[in-house]
């Protein structure tokens, strides 16, 4: 810090801008840490489509859709679920589910095909659940 003539002391632009760094850090930090997932927003142009067909999605696997970056899993038969293909940790794009698991191949997260709960790190967020139903043959987002 520097002082001026009238007293006041002028902050330096070290200070400035590490003080704007901690605001910036903190500030991420204060949405991580609750443990609440954001609410699932559903890709744009594929709500209401159906974007798999039962049959293409294998009990205790999945299927990425990587058009729209969804991997759907259906972790025992008859129940399916839609989550966002992209790791928390980094953004890559996770692999199919099988046994019962969705893996991140960049980093080695693991993530539960039933609730998107992460399992190993590094990344520490879920992924992001997309609700949907089955229309007849289709999985449809809703």
């Known amino acids: 810090m520097s002082s001026s003539s ?3 002391t002028m902050p330096t632009r070290r200070n400035v801008i590490g003080a704007a760094g901690v605001v ?4 991420a930090l204060a949405g991580c840490g609750t443990g609440e997932r954001a609410p ?3 890709p744009p142009g594929v709500k209401g489509q159906v ?3 039962v049959a293409d999605v294998p009990v205790g696997g999945g299927k990425v859709i990587h058009q729209w970056k969804i991997v759907i ?3 025992t038969s008859g129940v399916f679920k839609a989550f ?3 790791c928390p940790h980094r953004g ?3 692999s199919r589910p099988a046994e019962g698991v969705i893996r991140c191949p960049c980093h080695g997260s693991e993530f539960d095909a039933v609730s998107g709960k992460c399992l190993k790190g590094p990344a520490e967020a879920p992924l992001v659940e997309f609700p949907l139903k089955v229309e007849g043959d ?3 987002l809703l």
């Open 73 to 75: 899993a259906q972790p």
């Open 84 to 86: 966002s293909a992209s």
């Open 92 to 94: 890559c794009a996770v």
């Open 138 to 140: 289709g999985i449809v």
């Open 6 to 8: 009238d007293g006041f």
């Open 24 to 27: 910036a850090c903190g500030t």
């Open 51 to 53: 974007i798999a067909k």
């Open 40 to 42: 699932a927003a559903v």
